[in-house]
C-alpha cells in the first residue's frame, strides 16, 4: 500500500520561502506523473504543479516563475520549492498523482504566509 507524506509547511511573511517534501513508502515515484495540490479554506483542491517521469514540469499560471516542483526517483521523494510567497498561497498543500487517485491522499502540510 503506498502512502504519501508531506511535511516542511508553516508560517512565513510575504516574500519568504519554503520548501515542501513528500515522502513515498513505495515505488510510485518512478511509475507515474505526480504533483502537488492546495486546498484554501473555502475553496476547491486545485492542482498547482505536476512532473512527469522524465522532469518535464507544469505550473498553474499563478505560480509560474515563482514554485519549482522536482523529485528523486531514486529517494521516492517530490519536492515544492516556493519563493515569493503571497498571502494567496496559504493552504493546506498535498502531493499524489496526476491526476489524482482518492486513496493516496494524505494528511497535507499547512502553509500560511502572513505578516
Known amino acids: 500500500q503506498v502512502r504519501l507524506v508531506e511535511s516542511g509547511g508553516g508560517l512565513v511573511q510575504p516574500g519568504g520561502s519554503l520548501r515542501l517534501s513528500c515522502a513515498a513508502s513505495?515505488?510510485?515515484?518512478?511509475?507515474?506523473?505526480m504533483g502537488w495540490y492546495r486546498q484554501a479554506p473555502g475553496k476547491q483542491r486545485e492542482l498547482v504543479a505536476s512532473?512527469?517521469?522524465?522532469?518535464?514540469?507544469n505550473y498553474v499560471d499563478s505560480v509560474k516563475g515563482r514554485f519549482t516542483i522536482s523529485r528523486d526517483n531514486a529517494k521516492n521523494t517530490m519536492y515544492l520549492q516556493m519563493n515569493s510567497l503571497k498571502p494567496e498561497d496559504t493552504a493546506v498543500y498535498y502531493c499524489?498523482?496526476?491526476?489524482?487517485?482518492?486513496?493516496?491522499w494524505g494528511q497535507g502540510t499547512q502553509v500560511t504566509v502572513s505578516s
Open positions: 513505495g515505488r510510485i515515484f518512478s511509475l507515474f506523473v
Open positions: 512532473i512527469t517521469i522524465t522532469g518535464s514540469t
Open positions: 499524489n498523482r496526476a491526476p489524482a487517485v482518492s486513496v493516496y
